[in-house]
């Protein structure tokens, strides 16, 4: 179903709805929560989500997973077309799909298994070959590769204003002292708490807000050693080796991936 928002299919008696829809850039969809798990795949451009437990970016070509009932927030960086998998609840169960949040790489086979489903009829005939397309669908989903593009917010209150401004201002040269100063705390508590709330270190956390900045600044056509430089890489080269490490390809190939979608 192209073109459509999923509201009206919520109680559509098939245990797996496709949807197709294309956003300006800037589209924003404030909290929400659906009845039914969300595999958002970004066909073109880049979109933010965000939780209560933390901020994702999902890059060209890769996709979300949202399970039911989480409240969350999108945002689209650039215009946008996205690609929904909508599975209700035994189907998630069956396939046994995360209990959590995440972005997830989206192989060939997922891609054209959506690109047909999305132009299914919406009352498809489960028996046929509809039906064994959207189950081979929902089990490709379920061994896609989880991707490092999480950056999770602390729950104390003085930890998440500092770290505020470490996502306003991301640098991978934002040192812990410099920021549980900020917070008002030690370094001893700061590094403690900080691993409580979050479950990562500092420096971890640090990484991630830095590669995040640096997707959205690739998706906006900055060039590679503008951005490595600007986050505080040593090098280009450095930025490189991390930018891959996490999204699975170098700058240089995520940026020619971006121009051919």
């Known amino acids: 179903m192209r073109n459509t928002l999923l509201d009206p299919f919520e109680d559509l008696p098939r245990a797996v709805v496709v949807t197709a829809n294309d956003y300006a850039a800037g589209s924003v969809f404030p909290d929400h929560a659906h009845r039914r798990g969300q595999f958002a795949f970004a066909s073109r451009g880049t979109i933010?989500?965000?939780?209560?437990?933390g901020h994702w970016l999902v890059p060209p070509q890769r996709a979300c997973w949202v399970p039911a009932g989480v409240t969350h927030a999108m945002?689209?960086?650039?215009?946008?077309?996205?690609?929904?998998?909508?599975?209700a609840a035994e189907e998630v169960a069956?396939?046994?799909?995360?209990?959590?949040?995440?972005v997830h790489a989206v192989s060939a086979l997922l891609r054209h298994l959506m690109d047909d489903a999305v132009d299914l009829p919406a009352m498809y005939d489960q028996d046929g070959r509809a039906g064994r397309l959207m189950q081979l669908l929902v089990a490709e989903i379920a061994v896609m590769p989880r991707l490092s593009l999480h950056a999770p917010l602390p729950r104390d209150p003085r930890l998440a204003r500092a770290c505020q401004q470490v996502f306003d201002a991301p640098s991978i040269a934002s040192t812990l002292?410099?920021?549980?100063?900020?917070?008002?705390?030690?370094?001893?508590?700061?590094?403690?708490?900080?691993?409580?709330?979050t479950g990562?270190?500092?420096?971890?956390?640090?990484?991630?807000v830095?590669?995040?900045?640096?997707?959205?600044?690739?998706?906006?056509?900055?060039?590679?050693?503008?951005?490595?430089l600007d986050l505080g890489y040593a090098s280009p080269s450095a930025f490189s080796s991390a930018f891959r490490r996490a999204v699975g390809e170098s700058p240089s190939r995520y940026l020619e991936t971006r121009r051919t979608t």
């Open 48 to 53: 933010s989500l965000t939780t209560p437990e």
């Open 94 to 102: 069956a396939a046994r799909l995360p209990a959590r949040c995440g």
């Open 210 to 228: 830095c590669l995040l900045a640096a997707i959205e600044r690739l998706g906006a056509g900055q060039p590679v050693t503008r951005v490595a």
């Open 75 to 87: 945002a689209m960086r650039g215009p946008v077309t996205m690609l929904n998998v909508f599975v």
């Open 177 to 197: 002292d410099a920021v549980a100063a900020k917070a008002g705390m030690s370094r001893r508590t700061f590094t403690r708490q900080f691993r409580a709330d």
């Open 200 to 208: 990562v270190g500092f420096a971890e956390w640090r990484q991630q």
